[in-house]
């Protein structure tokens, strides 16, 4: 979900990133399964990252920066959302992919095909005003 594509706002949008868990109990009530959030599937498949510790981790870390902030106290990490600051930091990182990108293109460009191209012409003008000397 893109929040800007959808032209939502920051405090619009809430994720999900709720994990799955079973309740075992200890009489003859069936144990009930609570199914992972909708955001945190999503996540998974799209960085293949499968370690529920690792993410607890990170979510952790960015509600201790104020990137994230919860909107309700029950549940550990469903319903939350973007800080001002933490929506600030993923438009920095969009922002950076789409450089990246360009950079791919234009890297050899600048690093390898001007040099060679200023050292050519440098050296063919060198050699032209030393040709007019003599």
Known sequence: MSIEQNAYSRNSVRFNFKFSK????????PDEIFTEGEDLTEFKNKTKLRDDELIKKALVKALNENLL?????NGEFNNLEFTEKGMMNAKAILLNRKES?????????????VPLITASLIAFA?????????
């Open 69 to 73: 902030k919860k909107t309700v106290t």
């Open 126 to 134: 060198t050699s032209y005003i030393t040709n007019k000397i003599q």
């Open 22 to 29: 079973t309740e075992k109990y200890f009489t003859k009530h």
């Open 101 to 113: 990108k360009k950079k791919i293109f234009t890297y050899p460009l600048e690093k390898f095909i």
